[in-house]
């Protein structure tokens, strides 16, 4: 069974920054798209930042929520099974606990989830 292991979570203050690693325990099958996702208490669980790293032209693509547009950038690292999450000018409204999602397989697909890092931003 994968397991995703995250790290990097922690308190800062408000224009802080913050950075997660995400490490899957092993590669079965082909991984399609690394993701960061974020649910803060009573919300529901939303898309932060995807990176495809699949497909001979969409490789490498990234697309972000509005909210962290220009303050957040997901990398995938040079071992194949990670993947980052640099966080810049974190805001309050930041808060949540953040959870890694890598989604593998061909033709059928799986997901995979971390445990979640908690990230507390204070005013």
């Known amino acids: 069974q994968v397991q995703l292991v995250e790290s990097g979570g922690g308190l800062v203050q408000a224009g802080g920054s913050l950075r997660l690693s995400c490490a899957a325990s092993?590669?079965?099958?082909?991984?399609?798209?690394m993701a960061w996702y974020r649910q803060a208490p009573g919300k529901q669980r939303d898309l932060v930042a995807v990176?495809?790293?699949?497909?001979?032209?969409?490789?490498?693509?990234?697309n972000y929520a509005d909210s962290v547009k220009g303050r957040f950038t997901i990398s995938r690292g040079n071992a194949k099974n990670t993947v980052y999450l640099q966080m810049n000018s974190l805001k309050p409204e930041d808060t949540a606990v953040y959870y890694c999602?890598?989604?593998?397989?061909?033709?059928?697909?799986?997901?995979?989830w971390g445990q979640g890092t908690q990230v507390t931003v204070s005013s």
């Open positions: 092993e590669i079965i099958f082909r991984i399609n798209t």
């Open positions: 999602n890598m989604r593998m397989g061909y033709p059928l697909e799986y997901d995979y």
């Open positions: 990176i495809t790293t699949s497909g001979i032209t969409t490789s490498g693509s990234t």
